[in-house]
């Protein structure tokens, strides 16, 4: 089955700071990525969508150049979460489509972020 | 605005018995309907897709939709405490790609 791989699965890192987030579809073309962020016991929260070759669209108040999004290739999609601060801290989700959504939404296994 | 809306729950069944979910949609332009599982700590995994009006059938579980109703629904029979989770409804309405996501039912299958 189709299969994303989300790295790293844990990352502490310093106030300030910032964390790259990595998401691969090993076997397929994700041709769109969707970003999550989920604090504990809530639900999942969608923080942007972003399309192969395009800018992301972030959702209503997720703040564009703090949550910087990469998808320049099928297979890749970046995170980067600058100048981190411990509010920021959360589980980070990636979920791929393949174009047309014939595999339907494939999620990787998360990252923990905690900053301090 | 599109929402999805489940009981938060905890549900609570013991072993063996089927567990019922259940899920509504306010837009009924919604066209691919799914449960996922999440285990605390992890991230979601899909238990069933469904696309059109009736019942969809992958071993114990049963999704069933009733478009009309705005209603989607699953069915865990034979309910192991292994199942204990939380269960999330998401909806795709067409065009749309995103998924909008129910806040999610917690089930425990007690031994």
């Known amino acids: 089955g189709a299969v994303v791989s989300q790295h790293p699965s844990w990352v502490i890192c310093k106030s300030g700071t910032s964390v790259k987030i990595e998401c691969r579809s090993l076997d397929f073309q994700a041709t769109t990525m969707f970003w999550y962020r989920q604090f504990p016991k809530q639900s999942l929260m969608l923080m942007a969508t972003?399309?192969?070759?395009?800018?992301?669209?972030?959702e209503q108040g997720v703040e564009k150049d703090k949550f910087l999004i990469n998808h320049a290739s099928l297979t890749l999609s970046t995170l980067t979460v600058t100048s981190a601060h411990p509010e920021d801290s959360s589980f980070y989700i990636c979920s791929a489509r393949d174009y047309g959504g014939r595999l339907g939404y494939t999620f990787g296994s998360g990252t923990r972020l905690t900053v301090v | 605005q599109k929402e999805v809306e489940q009981n938060s729950g905890p549900l609570s069944v013991p072993e063996g018995a089927i567990a019922s979910l259940n899920c509504t949609y306010s837009?009924?332009?919604?066209?691919?309907f799914f449960w996922y599982r999440q285990y605390s700590g992890k991230s979601p995994e899909l238990i069933m897709s469904?696309?059109s009006n009736g019942d969809k059938e992958d071993g114990r579980f049963t999704a069933q939709l009733n478009k009309a109703s705005q209603y989607v629904s699953l069915l865990i029979r034979d309910s192991q405490p292994s199942d204990s989770a939380t269960y999330l409804c998401a909806v795709n309405a067409g065009n749309n790609r995103k998924l909008i996501w129910g806040l999610g039912t917690s089930l425990g299958v007690n031994p």
């Open positions: 837009d009924r332009g919604s066209q691919s």
């Open positions: 972003s399309n192969e070759g395009s800018k992301a669209t972030y």
């Open positions: 469904i696309y």
